[in-house]
């Protein structure tokens, strides 16, 4: 069965979490395409019927196992790649959560190579998704300030 998300008809919509533990956040490594190799959060596509929060919620849990409070937004990227014809190959829009972690110790899937909870400070030294950083920061202000402050 072909993936619908290569060479797509339209954007997909993915979630991702920068999950909060004792000052530190979950920072994971892809294991495989498109960001093979790349540390980001842990997340993944919006099932049809799904809330946002239903969808960070779940994918935290299949990827990890761990349990989340999702706090609010922490801020959005778009990834689109195109191939050498400079055909559209992936779009996604990733709307990226701050949240609370609740339980659980990283138990990773076959789509992740790594897990580790890092200080912000730490994640300039690896080779990252785009604006992670900036991401991992709104996050921990939501997380301190709460849901309903900026």
Same mark, same amino acid.
């Given at each position: 069965m072909a993936d619908s998300r290569i060479y797509p008809d339209r954007p997909f919509l993915a979630v991702s979490a920068a +999950? +909060?533990?004792?000052?530190?956040?979950? #920072? #994971? $490594?892809?294991?495989?395409? @498109?960001?093979? !190799?790349l540390f980001t959060l842990p997340g993944g596509v919006v099932e049809?019927?799904?809330?946002?929060?239903?969808? +960070? %919620?779940?994918? #935290?849990?299949?990827?990890? =196992?761990?349990?989340i409070? @999702? #706090?609010?937004? =922490? !801020?959005?990227?778009? /990834?689109?790649a195109c191939d050498a014809e400079k055909r559209v190959e992936r779009h996604f829009v990733i709307l990226s959560f701050a949240a609370r972690w609740l339980a659980?110790? @990283? $138990?990773?899937n076959e789509e992740l190579a790594a897990a580790q909870w890092l200080h912000p400070a730490d994640i300039a030294g690896l080779? %990252? %998704?785009? !604006?992670?950083?900036? +991401? /991992? =920061?709104e996050a921990f202000r939501r997380v301190e300030c709460g849901p309903d402050r900026p």
């Amino acid at each position: 069965m072909a993936d619908s998300r290569i060479y797509p008809d339209r954007p997909f919509l993915a979630v991702s979490a920068a +999950i +909060i533990r004792d000052g530190r956040v979950l #920072v #994971v $490594q892809r294991a495989r395409s @498109p960001a093979a !190799g790349l540390f980001t959060l842990p997340g993944g596509v919006v099932e049809c019927g799904e809330t946002l929060e239903e969808a +960070i %919620t779940r994918e #935290v849990l299949e990827e990890t =196992a761990l349990s989340i409070e @999702p #706090v609010g937004l =922490a !801020g959005h990227r778009e /990834v689109i790649a195109c191939d050498a014809e400079k055909r559209v190959e992936r779009h996604f829009v990733i709307l990226s959560f701050a949240a609370r972690w609740l339980a659980g110790e @990283p $138990q990773l899937n076959e789509e992740l190579a790594a897990a580790q909870w890092l200080h912000p400070a730490d994640i300039a030294g690896l080779e %990252t %998704t785009a !604006g992670l950083d900036e +991401i /991992v =920061a709104e996050a921990f202000r939501r997380v301190e300030c709460g849901p309903d402050r900026p």
